[in-house]
């Protein structure tokens, strides 16, 4: 087969009316920040979010002078500058197959890459390459990277957004769990900056929800790195009966001396991931023993390609790879292409998810708890053309 060259990197502004808000009020989440009184907003509010008059979405394109193009999408806004101003140019003019050399090539070409936004580009491109591929070879991205493990994937529930009022947690995780998720997840609204009452509230929540779904689910909590060791300790400490499967991020994941203190001090087994950018950043993590799962998202830590390097590095410690639920698509090829010992289950966002993938076709949603595999070249993602009113191609040159 002849080079692909790449002729063109575009990010697509698609925008058009806005898709109805999650039911329901709106629920904080602790967060790192959230130590500052003027970064704390009310617990809860109950009027529902407003219907905004726009909504709009950025999709990466990657053409070729073969005609054939990669799409991944929806990417996030802190991606277009880097993606455009410093990453284009590297791409340009490459073989569209290469996709590891051209990895390889956008992170050295930065001495800044390794992390953040400029990550994130480089995920967004590594992405678009490998739905580029399966177009190429007219087969879904789980099929190149070796899968399939399974016929389905299990979803687990992720309930961002939900009010933490206790009369509603009952009822959703009751529902959640008649859905047939494989489990739950909690997000807190409080840390430690609510002193007593929060930790209070935070306890409540574990045992509300615990008491919901019974004895046997798996139910798990994040703190969006919001706790510090004294009240993450003393949360674990006080639910350590209720069998929590993982608390998340409890700490920025710069602290890992902190982890390391707080796996010792409680049997509640931890996660973290989604901030971890590369292997480098995954492996004391797992040298030292600290995570019963890695949660890399593959639209942050350098998209498919690294992911698959990660789910490797964990194999051989032992520890799953259950993916941040941010990078969707991208995410389930690669669980679908690894064993259910290295990627059990997949991560849905219930209240996020579907707004966020409202200008696609078909957006992968579980039903009944799977996601079913998806069957279309590369990622398959298409874009719903009755929902887009423009389409702008961005460039700041």
Request: contains cysteine.
């Amino acid at each position: 087969m002849r080079r692909l060259l790449v002729t063109a990197v575009e990010i697509h502004l698609v925008s058009g009316p806005s898709p109805e808000p999650p039911p329901g009020g709106r629920q904080r989440q602790v967060n790192a920040a959230a130590i500052y009184a003027d970064r704390r907003p009310p617990r809860y509010t109950s009027v529902p979010a407003a219907r905004a008059g726009a909504a709009e979405s950025r999709y990466l394109r990657i053409g070729t002078d073969a005609g054939v193009d990669g799409f991944y999408g929806p990417i996030d806004d802190e991606v277009v500058w880097p993606l455009l101003q410093q990453l284009r140019d590297v791409v340009l003019g490459q073989d569209a197959l290469a996709s590891s050399i051209i990895w390889d090539r956008l992170e050295r070409s930065n001495r800044h890459a390794r992390h953040g936004a400029l990550k994130m580009a480089i995920s967004a491109i590594d992405n678009a390459l490998w739905d580029l591929r399966g177009k190429v070879f007219d087969t879904p991205v789980w099929q190149l990277l070796g899968g399939p493990a399974r016929a389905r994937i299990p979803a687990y529930a992720s309930t961002l957004g939900t009010s933490l009022e206790l009369d509603v947690v009952r009822q959703t995780a009751t529902a959640l769990r008649d859905e047939g998720y494989a489990g739950q997840k909690w997000f807190f609204g409080d840390g430690p900056a609510d002193g007593a009452e929060g930790l209070a509230n935070n306890v409540a929540l574990a045992r509300t929800v615990r008491e919901a779904v019974g004895d046997e689910p798996d139910i798990m909590f994040d703190a969006l790195g919001g706790f510090d060791l004294t009240h993450a300790r003393a949360w674990a400490q006080r639910v350590e009966e209720l069998r929590p499967r993982w608390l998340e991020e409890p700490f920025p994941p710069n602290r890992l001396p902190a982890f390391a203190e707080l796996r010792a001090a409680t049997t509640v087994p931890l996660a973290t991931g989604e901030h971890l950018y590369d292997r480098a950043d995954v492996l004391p993590y797992l040298s030292d023993g600290i995570l019963a799962a890695v949660q890399a998202d593959p639209e942050w830590c350098g998209g498919v390609t690294e992911l698959v390097r990660i789910c490797a590095l964990a194999e051989t410690f032992g520890v799953p790879v259950i993916p941040h639920g941010h990078g969707l698509h991208a995410a389930l090829h690669v669980i679908a292409s690894q064993s259910p010992a290295a990627c059990p289950m997949a991560e849905y966002l219930v209240r996020i998810m579907p707004n966020r993938h409202h200008f696609e076709l078909d957006p992968p949603a579980p039903v009944d708890g799977f996601f079913e595999l998806p069957t279309e070249p590369g990622f398959g993602i298409t874009l719903d053309e009755s929902k887009i009113d423009n389409r702008t191609v961005l460039n700041f040159n």
